[in-house]
């Protein structure tokens, strides 16, 4: 019940179609208190799906649960899905808001342009992990905080990056496929279906999710490499049986399956272009979760349709929400879903649970959690660096 | 190449449709030897696909990669996929076969009346697991070995339960068919997608494939029971951290997550109906590649229709293959395959290897690996007791 309400006082902030929804008779008047701040959320919207699983805090009909506590303390709480061009709703906010919060689920781009507008801007939250859809320099010279939920979801996505490599090798799709359009082939399946066990699998990248990827391949025995700035500590890499690869391209032609755990930066943008992956095995896997920008788009498909790349799955995309015409979409032996990894409902609660704790922190004047800050005073945290 | 011709001269054996095949001109006239065995084997076929990969060797076409050793000993071995009905290519050699060797992929029912008829049989192998598509008791009373290549894909059909539980309970598929469809609703496929981590999983029977999930699933950090007949050592039950559940229908309320690993018997044929899946937590996710034949089909139907049944993957099906109008094809959250999980590429090499060696003991009078027997001198095994 305590949900419905939140549910039914967020939709009041829908009014992007400049049509005022039933429920906007029941916008309070809010009269601020001195020290209270204006926040907007920018959320993927549920629609219908809203109402049918309580804890289903992470659309913006139910704004991360926290708009009674934010409500109560005298701030305001403004929650939209419509964050893209001039005439959005986000848009009208910038010039007043103090806090943003966004989502990587459902990104609002937030560029130097915005950061300029923003005069009363302090603190960007991301509710989630992975804060690339701000441009970083830029809030940095603008001297704003910018800090994620690191971890929240750090343990959904490694699941899912297994699922993604188990589908790919095993050839699962195409075999679903089969069952519902009314067919039966198991050759067409077979031919190309593998077990993992004794297969190479490398992460580029072995940071939190790299780490938990790593410890979940364990028991499937494969051949486990990583690599990484750093190599991991010992102990750990007693654990996980992953060898150090302190040269990329050296690991690369050595994998059969290659998953991308690294965070979108100047030097991980477009890394993945035609030349490198022809630096991959013929037939290798790959698993993107990280972000759809690492790789270029043209290249992936190419190397899709010639076999060279035997199957791509990720949840991630350039841009999102993924146009109808994305040519990933429409690629052979592709795994895709929209972005949604992260947000699973159990990744949902403790992202919400990490903001409310930020901004609670950031009522008080007190610092946040130290490996939460993305830019801190003007500095970019190490990885976006 | 040596793959080329194994496929070449396999071909001939696909004379159902009455027309020769262009092929048929390749046979040669085999002169049997003293001793010499004619032995049948009922594989799928796998037409353009057969070619695709040399290591393809469960099809039809290459029929286990043993037939120039077999016909270079002198016997007989005619390959098939036709066997169903009176007038099937099998049914014509049941008379004078001394082998025959099937697989649970595309099952060739071995019926106490085909047992009857087949005055020459002694070996019943199974290339894979599961041998219930044997009438066990007839062939037991006619005197008959049967036996399996036990161990040959268990970490193979393991391995795709842990895939299916993650489809299922990370809400894989709809977010796939966004993709293909041109769409892009995180919240249609967020508001019931979750971790794995903190749930609770049982598997219903805890054999070679249930262990082997357990051991798979210990990095997940899941709350694991096992129901079988007999406890595990207590070795592994630590490795695993699993539960012993005496009482299944203790177990079942408890569970997130059911798997089923249990053999096809007298016992368990059916044995999930309305009753069975009425003690199911509401929302419960099924997963099954032991046989379809375990759940009754109308109740599962039914049970993922109204929503007690949230999700349900597996690759075995009542009968086998599943007819087009099959009710599971149409039934909601459902992420079925056909029967695929025990015939990857390393399944395959490990089966045909298997049932290579038991051939060469039969020839030579040996026994077989103890484990490998469903029925030996009259008797069934344990778990088809």
């Given at each position: 019940m305590a949900m419905k309400r939140v549910a039914t006082s967020a939709i009041r902030a829908f009014t992007s179609s400049g049509i005022p929804s039933p429920s906007s008779v029941l916008t309070r008047e809010l009269h601020a208190s001195p020290g209270s701040k204006k926040i907007v959320g920018v959320f993927y919207k549920a629609n219908e799906f809203a109402s049918m699983n309580p804890n289903f805090v992470g659309c913006a009909e139910n704004a991360l649960g926290i708009r009674d506590w934010l409500e109560s303390q005298g701030h305001q709480y403004i929650v939209t899905?419509?964050?893209?061009?001039?005439?959005?709703e986000l848009e009208k906010h910038i010039p007043d808001l103090h806090v943003l919060i966004t989502t990587p689920f459902h990104p609002a781009y937030v560029t130097a342009e915005r950061i300029k507008k923003a005069k009363n801007l302090q603190l960007l939250l991301t509710a989630g992990i992975g804060s690339d859809h701000v441009d970083l320099k830029a809030a940095a010279d603008a001297g704003l905080t910018v800090a994620e939920v690191t971890g929240s979801n750090v343990v959904s996505v490694a699941e899912d990056e297994l699922m993604r490599i188990l589908i790919l090798i095993r050839n699962f799709l195409p075999g679903h496929h089969q069952v519902i359009s009314g067919d039966w082939n198991v050759a067409a399946i077979a031919y190309r279906a593998y077990d993992l066990e004794g297969k190479t699998v490398g992460t580029v990248g072995a940071g939190r999710i790299g780490r938990l990827l790593l410890q979940r391949l364990k028991p499937f025995n494969c051949n486990l490499l990583y690599h990484d700035r750093i190599k991991m500590d010992p102990e750990l890499e007693s654990q996980t049986g992953a060898k150090f690869e302190e040269d990329l391209d050296a690991m690369l032609p050595k994998c059969d399956i290659i998953v991308i755990n690294a965070p979108l930066t100047e030097k991980t943008?477009?890394?993945?272009?035609k030349e490198k992956i022809a630096?991959?095995?013929?037939g290798v896997l790959v698993v993107n979760n990280?972000?759809?920008?690492?790789?270029?788009t043209q290249a992936v498909v190419d190397a899709c349709s010639s076999g060279h790349i035997a199957g791509y799955s990720g949840?991630?995309?350039?841009?999102?929400?993924?146009?109808?015409?994305?040519p990933w979409r429409y690629m052979p032996n592709q795994a895709m879903t929209p972005?949604?990894?992260?947000?699973t409902i159990d990744g949902q609660l403790r992202y919400a649970a990490g903001v409310k704790d930020m901004l609670e922190r950031y009522f008080k004047g007190e610092d946040f959690p130290p490996q939460h800050y993305i830019v801190k005073d003007g500095e970019l945290a190490s990885q976006y660096r």
């Open positions: 899905d419509d964050k893209d061009g001039p005439d959005c943008k477009g890394m993945f272009n630096k991959l095995k013929k990280a972000r759809g920008a690492i790789m270029d949840d991630v995309w350039n841009p999102q929400p993924a146009p109808k015409d994305h972005h949604i990894s992260g947000t």
